[in-house]
């Protein structure tokens, strides 16, 4: 009970600092440990640290003792996106204010025999941070200039060895999701040349809403030199009811134009909204070839096609409700990564492809989702008289790819996205 | 030592992150596709046409709009240099001051009062003199005839826009043709049938076989005379789509029942597809047309007073099968002709169509052809905005570069979005004439705006 309560405040916690990012298809966030981030994330056959609560929770059973694990990435992002006509305009160019991201991870494993253990972890595996610089001109203004995404996922899974060989592990997931969009709403001036004007500053916010999921997984290790595991986590759908949207007049300095936007101005009001996290499956593969070398090739699905629309509803002013059409697709991800145990440290490495979730029409200010190139290098270090501690770096090049819309994008927002995510993350584990 | 040995790698990435280079540069700006002209030579544009390629909007042409006129726009996308002043390698007449006659402007919105009271008429003072032809020929009010024929040059009610802008130098067919163009805008129609539309029925349509024969015989003249000159002609859009026609509507309720209940009109009852036109304002403002004891959307303090509107104030559904009629046949000529290499069709009927059913968004601003409040129409309710002209011109670029395997970059429409479509909007005046006055428009108009964003 102590556990749990002391629990719920890291939940709360981590939920009040963790504006996050999507630095994975989507806005999934794979930044779940660093160990396993050092080899590119491709751990769920070899995870032999707390993070196997993310990565693989039938990998608890070999793990002895008890553990703690405290761990966080800084993720430092750019991006930029450059217009063409006929909207936004050729030589338009936008940038975000540069993000700096710290998504925690937090685990505790117990092994209570050699056939059980179990292990609880919270972590944020979705998230999203946009925030266009200047936003009272920035041209895609209508649609977001600032928008944050939480998932602060809280997790409990169970593992069980049927064999020497072969552990199974499942539980259950509590996601806890905020979203806040922030927007500018413009106006076509009336009897004008068709010029709009920025009427009213619009913020949606829904507060942490839960939503449950569960997760699965398998670990086959047949020998000494082979790994393998796969691992499925549910999808989760959060439903917001009680977000709040307010509608702040900018006066345009027009006073004939601004009383009739006064008059109409619809009032602070309750919005509903559905948010959608979508189920991913992995397997993997380690081979050691010898004692002090691991190597592991990863794939992961996950089930973009889930994210198929947001609504908007309003509680009062109905006619302003919306669907975001999205139209995701599944998406795949492929990591190699390897790690090397020497006498005084660990050093890994790795990278993977991450193919985007987005179709090329939702490719949108909020959402401008590409195929990522991401290149680790990890260090790790094990520490104390009695060897309980672990410390784990790595750090993260995330070379997005530049994503043109193709003039294709649903709004008519159309350029090229440019993204650059760097990741430097650290844990450390205590073990008895 | 050791330590320090292990600090190393912690170093380097350091290093790495704060020495981030090239990925975490901003994006370069795209720059546009250059100017190609494939199989077309604009070396020499020259448009002629109506009110429409003139630029006129909101009831004048002024200097502001006449550089955003679609023919200007275009100009601009193949290099051609357009001046406020007229002058430049596209020269039109400009017109100073707040235009020629001066452009209606929004006085009030709540009652909605548009009118051109106190404004200061505008004279082509900047290049009236001008010793060569006009590269844009566009004059308000023209038809197809009138583009090789000066009867109706000095006939037309004052302000006699062929005066300004053919100057007595000849016809707008003479005029084109001696500055050897090689790219020509043709574009006519829209007002052989919008004079009908806009007079309720009252002013025939022209004939559709006497437009085709015009069409078809300027075609030949000009490929005749220029056989390497390229020329874009227009179709002839659904006049009874623009927002003249569709502001107000046919029916109302009765205030005791709420039951609906149709206008008045010269022959009794409008039927739901009768058009009441925006010269109606004044009579439904005073109740007429309404039936006694309905509501009058206009001006709610005068009920229906039972007397109907007259012919000219509705355009009923045979009216408007007869310009639909007529513009079918024109468009059926433009097809045929358009199928002459020499000769590219620009659809405009399809592109006010689309704007009329589904509007136009940019970014996350709607547009709609609505009166007053849509952006795309100016507050004369026939003329499209600057925003209108661009979209047009774009049009243009498209149907060329298909055509005629050209590289014309379209506009930025962006770049169109002046902040009024009559100059600034001057503060209202207390004691206001009324003019174009519609009163009581302020709870539609409400409805309108509350649906925008």
Same mark, same amino acid.
């Given at each position: ?87 936004? =305009? ?138 393998? =595991? ?203 | ?453």
């Amino acid at each position: 009970m102590k556990l749990h309560r002391s629990a719920l405040a890291v939940a709360i916690f981590a939920a009040l600092l963790a504006p996050t990012l999507a630095s994975g298809a989507g806005y999934a966030i794979y930044e779940q440990g660093a160990a396993v981030l050092g080899m590119a994330g491709a751990g769920t056959a070899s995870v032999h640290d707390a993070s196997a609560v993310f990565y693989n929770p039938a990998a608890l059973v070999t793990l002895e003792g008890k553990s703690a694990y405290f761990g966080g990435t800084w993720l430092s992002t750019h991006n930029s996106f450059a217009g063409v006509d006929p909207n936004p =305009g050729f030589g338009v160019t936008e940038k975000m204010n540069t993000g700096n991201f710290f998504p925690p991870t937090v685990y505790w494993t117990n092994r209570l025999s050699n056939k059980f253990a179990y292990g609880a972890g919270l972590n944020a595996p979705f998230g999203l941070g946009v925030d266009w610089a200047d936003p009272e001109t920035f041209t895609g203004r209508g649609r977001v200039t600032k928008a944050t995404l939480q998932g602060v996922n809280a997790n409990f899974s169970l593992a069980y060895a049927l064999t020497p060989e072969l552990s199974i592990g499942a539980g259950f997931d509590a996601l806890f999701a905020g979203v806040e969009v922030n927007q500018i709403a413009t106006q076509v001036i009336p009897g004008g040349g068709g010029g709009a004007a920025n009427i009213a500053q619009v913020k949606l916010k829904g507060g942490l809403t839960p939503g449950y999921g569960f997760n699965g997984a398998l670990q086959w290790r047949p020998d000494a030199r082979w790994k393998f =595991g796969a691992a499925y986590r549910s999808e989760i759908v959060v439903d917001i009811t009680d977000g709040d949207a307010t509608f702040t007049q900018m006066l345009t300095g027009d006073t004939l134009f601004d009383a009739v936007v006064a008059a109409g101005l619809p009032p602070a009001q309750g919005v509903s909204t559905t948010l959608k996290f979508p189920a991913m499956v992995s397997v993997g593969g380690a081979w050691s070839p010898t004692p002090d070398w691991t190597w592991e090739v990863d794939v992961n699905k996950t089930m973009w096609s889930l994210f198929d629309e947001l609504p908007i509803t309003f509680a009062t002013t109905t006619s302003k409700n919306s669907v975001i059409t999205e139209n995701y697709e599944d998406s795949w991800r492929v990591s190699v990564g390897a790690e090397h145990r020497l006498a005084g440290h660990t050093y890994r490495f790795g990278y993977y492809y991450d193919q985007e979730a987005a179709p090329i029409e939702s490719v949108t200010p909020l959402l401008p989702d590409a195929p990522r190139h991401g290149v680790t290098l990890g260090l790790g270090w094990t520490l104390g008289a009695k060897k309980q501690w672990t410390l784990d770096a790595y750090n993260l090049a995330l070379f997005v790819e530049n994503r043109s819309t193709e003039g294709q994008e649903r709004d008519g927002y159309n350029g090229t996205y440019k993204a650059y995510v760097n990741g430097t993350g650290l844990s450390l584990a205590y073990h008895w | 030592m050791k330590k320090h040995l292990r600090l190393t790698p912690i170093l380097l990435l350091a290093a790495f992150v704060a020495g981030c280079q090239g990925p975490c540069d901003s994006i370069d700006s795209i720059t546009g596709p250059q100017l190609t002209s494939g199989t077309a030579d604009f070396t020499t544009y020259v448009a002629a046409g109506t009110s429409i390629s003139a630029g006129y909007q909101s009831g004048g042409i002024v200097d502001r709009h006449q550089t955003n006129a679609f023919p200007a726009i275009f100009a601009r996308q193949i290099g051609k240099t357009v001046l406020q002043n007229g002058q430049g390698d596209f020269t039109f007449p400009s017109m100073g001051h707040d235009g020629f006659p001066q452009l209606l402007a929004i006085k009030s919105f709540s009652p909605l009062i548009i009118n051109n009271t106190g404004r200061t008429l505008g004279y082509p003072a900047a290049n009236y003199n001008q010793a060569t032809s006009y590269q844009n020929l566009g004059v308000p009010g023209a038809i197809a005839f009138d583009f090789a024929d000066t009867t109706r040059y000095h006939a037309t009610a004052d302000p006699n826009m062929f005066s300004v802008v053919a100057r007595y130098r000849g016809t707008i067919a003479q005029q084109m043709l001696g500055q050897a163009p090689t790219f020509v805008t043709y574009e006519y129609g829209a007002n052989e049938v919008l004079g009908s539309a806009t007079s309720g029925g009252a002013i025939a349509v022209f004939p559709a076989s006497s437009y085709a024969a015009l069409l078809t015989g300027h075609m030949n003249a000009i490929h005749a005379t220029l056989p390497n000159t390229k020329v874009a002609i227009f179709t002839v859009p659904d006049v009874a789509s623009i927002p003249f026609c569709t502001t107000f509507k046919p029916y109302t309720v009765m205030i005791a029942t709420g039951a609906v209940v149709e206008l008045k009109g010269p022959n009794g009852d409008l039927s739901p597809n009768d058009l009441v036109l925006l010269t109606a304002k004044d009579s439904l403002a005073a109740g007429t047309g309404f039936p006694v004891g309905a509501y009058n959307y206009l001006n709610p303090a005068a009920p229906g007073n039972g007397r109907p509107l007259t012919n000219t104030q509705v355009l009923n559904v045979a009216e408007q099968t007869a310009i639909r009629t007529a513009a079918g046949l024109m468009n059926t000529a433009v097809d045929s002709v358009a199928t002459r290499p020499f000769v590219v069709k620009v659809d405009m009927a399809a592109l006010l169509s689309s704007m009329a059913a589904d509007g136009y968004t940019v970014g996350a601003t709607h547009y709609t052809t609505s009166f007053v409040t849509g952006g795309l129409f100016s507050l004369d309710g026939v003329h499209p905005t600057d925003l209108g002209h661009a979209i047009l011109a774009n049009a243009l670029v498209d149907a060329v570069n298909a055509k005629f395997g050209a590289g014309v970059p379209r506009a930025n429409v962006n770049d169109y979005m002046s902040a009024t479509a009559s100059a600034s909007r001057p503060a209202m005046p207390e004691n206001v004439l009324p003019g174009m006055r519609v009163d009581g428009l302020d709870t539609g108009l409400r409805a309108l705006f509350g649906n925008r964003w």
